[in-house]
């Protein structure tokens, strides 16, 4: 038999013996028989075939023999039967025991000759381990990926296979199998075992949508080869005229006139996604890059009219080669010297060159995978670094260049480059851009983007850390707060602070001493803009005290006494959902710091009318800030007796014996009606009645002390 077969029946045995004793362990009598019967069958024919290999046909001896000597040719007991099986299988798991020991030994050997690119050898050692484990899953696909590597597809496939038959949960089989059939073209085999993986694990949803994007972009560019080749062998007109201009640009050590001519009529031949194939199958990336004149030019520093002619020109060509065309865009980029290139051409002394340029780059960010080799290919903190110049500039392309990084900050691969390095890299470079706002006017729409960029990186935790943790990018934002309210910016000053506010709300979700140190400054900037008109303004004014505050306490003095409480309250009755949960919570920490706000929210509020009814909201935490602040105001003599004819008391007590979600509601509210009758004793009659006692002692597990 095949090593193949020899596996399978090996398997196929332990079912079938794990089986037996699962029987013969039952507690139901018809499974207990039903095991007797199987293992009869089964130790006759195991009997039968030593006999045979034996050369003899003799049954076999079932004798007993008792304590004392003497025998009876009754079958095997079923205790006989399983404590043969035991015994075989202690063996055998001794026996397997020191082959695993083995086996692992082997696998460790290939993958050193693996991680060494031997991979011929790697095969070898894990030939060698299954011959020791025929099982052991793990050997089957480090061995399938080791054919991948020498493209022997069609074993690796069978590995695989094999591997699926150990444990048939086994990713690592479909992913090595899905590149296989991808590399054999069997795009729709290799979507099949990439989709196999979620079905086992459905967090690795990401992972697959990248592979079967391979698969999609394969399929597509074979797709297009095909199509080009047909056109060309059916001598297709523009088909023809692409491979000649190709052939004549081959030419080497031409005037830069030649190639510049050349390459703009390649340029208006390329009509189509057939001719940037042609292109590209026809070597052309190779014959352009390659060439030495083109080169030179490319890497001149000091560019005259015909190097410029010659720059522009090639730029055009990438330009109509790559456009909407993946393949071509992977192949553009993974050239060895084009990526210092781009960065030379984004700060060509040309204008026209640097707007080609940047053109180029928006063809690769408007998709997804092109955006992935941009992030692959150019350094990210380099990369931005020429866009944000570009802003400052007042032609066209400080649209294109924030077109880019609009593009740019959505894609995880850049969240994941800047985590560990975003103070040293990109951090001086925005807040250098925030101090020198006032300056760049004439593209304000452009620096509104790049405020949105900045509040899009601040959606990743470690990045917003960083920006938050520096006290240089917080003056430059407070500064932009300024800046907006400028006269000068007319219209556009709502636009502006409405941007600065929001990243300024994004990273004051951080708790850090450069927020406690410049929480006063912070503050003075947004006390001002609670009476704007604005409404988008004044909600993240709101939120961004409502997270400042209680990280300094020298800020809510100052907000205290400009008069803060007058307006909060004002902003409460008029509503707003958001506004009264940030304003709620201004107010908890507020009257928790202060008397003077107690005494403000008593003054403004008659009878907490308001307060009142946003203890009936909706929303949880505005509730339980709500019930904080009444709880610090019952402090002040008289508060709690402003309430004797409301149903105060059933309201806390609803919420504190609530199924709410939130302990801060329980434990706030337990706190108020405690603090409302130690104020007025008149409402300790009716809290009896009520049972409150009792839910006052429940919710002592909510109470931290």
Not at 53 to 65: E, P, S, V
Not at 431 to 445: R, W
Not at 657 to 677: M, T, Y
Request: with cysteine; charged share 25%.
């Amino acid at each position: 038999m095949s090593e193949d077969q020899n596996l399978e029946k090996f398997l196929m045995d332990v079912d079938e013996i794990s089986d037996i004793l699962q029987g013969l362990n039952s507690e139901e009598v018809s499974s207990q028989e039903r095991a007797i019967s199987r293992a009869d069958q089964k130790l006759a024919f195991l009997t039968k075939k030593a006999d045979d290999q034996d050369g003899t046909r003799t049954k076999a001896n079932r004798t007993l023999i008792n304590g004392s000597g003497t025998s009876s040719k009754s079958e095997m007991s079923q205790d006989s039967f399983i404590a043969l099986l035991e015994k075989d299988a202690c063996e055998c798991a001794e026996k397997r025991k020191q082959n695993k020991a083995l086996a692992n030994a082997l696998k460790d050997q290939g993958n050193q000759a693996f991680a060494q690119g031997d991979y011929e050898s790697a095969i070898q050692r894990y030939s060698e381990g299954l011959e020791k484990l025929k099982d052991m899953q793990v050997l089957y696909t480090n061995r399938a990926q080791a054919y991948i590597k020498l493209e022997k597809y069609e074993n690796a496939i069978s590995d695989c296979e094999w591997a699926l038959k150990c444990d048939d949960k086994c990713v690592k089989a479909y992913v090595h199998m899905g590149k296989a059939h991808l590399a054999l073209k069997n795009y729709e085999e290799a979507r099949q075992c990439y989709k196999k993986i979620t079905d086992i694990d459905n967090t690795k949803e990401k992972l697959v949508k990248g592979y079967l994007s391979q698969v999609d972009l394969q399929e597509k560019k074979d797709i297009q080869e095909r199509k080009a080749l047909q056109d060309l062998e059916a001598g297709v007109e523009d088909a023809v005229s692409i491979t000649q201009l190709l052939t004549k640009l081959s030419r080497v050590e031409q005037n830069p006139l030649y190639y510049s001519g050349g390459i703009q009529l390649l340029v208006q031949a390329v009509k189509d996604c057939t001719a940037q194939t042609l292109f590209r199958t026809n070597n052309g990336f190779k014959i352009i890059g390659d060439n030495c004149v083109i080169q030179r030019s490319l890497g001149s520093t000091q560019v005259d009219a015909i190097e410029a002619d010659l720059y522009l020109s090639v730029l055009s060509l990438w330009d109509v080669v790559c456009r909407e065309n993946e393949e071509n865009q992977r192949l553009l980029i993974g050239r060895p010297d084009v990526s210092n290139q781009i960065f030379a051409m984004l700060t060509s002394p040309i204008p026209e060159i640097r707007k080609k340029t940047l053109t180029l780059l928006n063809v690769y960010s408007t998709t997804e995978e092109g955006r992935s080799l941009l992030l692959k290919h150019l350094t990210p903190s380099r990369l931005f670094e020429n866009l944000i110049k570009c802003v400052t500039l007042k032609d066209g392309r400080a649209s294109v260049a924030m077109d880019i990084l609009c593009s740019l900050s959505q894609e995880e691969r850049l969240r994941s480059y800047f985590r560990t390095n975003f103070t040293s890299e990109l951090l001086p470079l925005f807040t250098n851009f925030l101090k020198n706002l006032h300056l760049v006017q004439v593209n304000m729409e452009e620096c509104l983007r790049c405020l949105t960029v900045m509040g899009h990186l601040t959606e990743d935790g470690a990045i917003r850390r960083q920006m938050a943790g520096s006290l240089q990018f917080w003056d430059s934002c407070t500064l932009v707060i300024d800046e907006g309210k400028s006269p000068s910016l007319g219209d556009r000053r709502g636009n502006i602070l409405a941007a600065i506010l929001g990243l300024i709300f994004n990273l004051s979700l951080e708790s850090n001493s450069e927020i406690k140190e410049r929480g006063v400054d912070i503050s003075m900037r947004c006390l001002p803009l609670l009476s704007h008109k604005d409404g988008i303004i004044v909600t993240r004014t709101v939120g961004i005290l409502s997270r400042v505050l209680p990280q300094c306490s020298a800020a809510v003095a100052l907000s205290i006494h400009e008069g803060i409480i007058k307006k909060l309250i004002k902003l409460l009755k008029a509503g707003g959902k958001k506004t009264s949960l940030y304003a709620m919570k201004v107010l908890a920490v507020c009257t928790k710091e202060e008397t003077q706000a107690k005494r403000e929210v008593f003054k403004y509020d008659k009878n907490f009318g308001t307060l009142m009814n946003l203890l009936c909201s909706e929303d949880e935490i505005t509730v339980g800030n709500t019930a904080l602040c009444l709880g610090n105001c019952f402090d002040l003599p008289g508060a709690a007796s402003t309430l004797l004819q409301t149903d105060i008391l059933k309201l806390l007590l609803n919420h504190a014996g609530g199924d709410s979600k939130r302990p801060s509601v329980h434990q706030n509210a337990a706190i108020a009606l405690g603090k409302l009758c130690s104020a007025e004793p008149r409402y300790m009659m009716q809290l009896r009645e009520l049972h409150g006692i009792e839910i006052l002692n429940s919710c002592m597990k909510y109470i931290k002390y």
